[in-house]
């Protein structure tokens, strides 16, 4: 049984930074691609970012280009997401996934929750105005 486990999320202040980690149980999901979507509440599930297996492709949800970067760990089962210029509005529930998706897939695949697997509990994420 394949286990994705987050943390890292709190309550941060408007503009403060915090980064997310995401760990898989198996190695075998190092040739996995890994994303995080968040939930904010009564709101749909959103795609926040994703990176490839090899690492060398990343991929963004508009509003959180140029603030938050994704990263595959030393361990390539692992995965970072480093949160910057916070805002209230991520306040969200984040949610690590892995999905076998190749490197060279099109944006529309890393970007649809379909396209994974697996899936962690989630980790609150709270931003304080």
């Known amino acids: 049984q394949v286990q994705l486990v987050e943390s890292g999320g709190g309550l941060v202040q408007a503009g403060d930074s915090l980064r997310l980690f995401c760990a898989a149980s198996?190695?075998?999901?190092?040739?996995?691609?890994m994303g995080w979507f968040r939930q904010a509440p009564g709101k749909e599930r959103e795609f926040v970012a994703a990176?490839?297996?090899?690492?060398?492709?990343?991929s963004y949800a508009d509003s959180m280009k140029g603030r938050f970067t994704i990263a595959r760990g030393n361990a390539k089962n692992t995965v970072y997401l480093q949160m910057s210029s916070l805002k209230p509005e991520d306040t969200a529930v984040y949610y690590c996934?892995?999905?076998?998706?190749?490197?060279?897939?099109?944006?529309?695949?890393?970007?649809?929750?379909?396209?994974?697997?697996?899936w962690g509990q989630g980790t609150q994420v709270t931003v304080s105005s």
């Open positions: 990176v490839s297996w090899t690492g060398g492709r990343t």
């Open positions: 198996r190695s075998a999901l190092r040739t996995y691609a």
């Open positions: 996934a892995a999905g076998d998706i190749t490197a060279n897939a099109g944006e529309n695949v890393y970007i649809d929750p379909a396209q994974y697997d697996y």
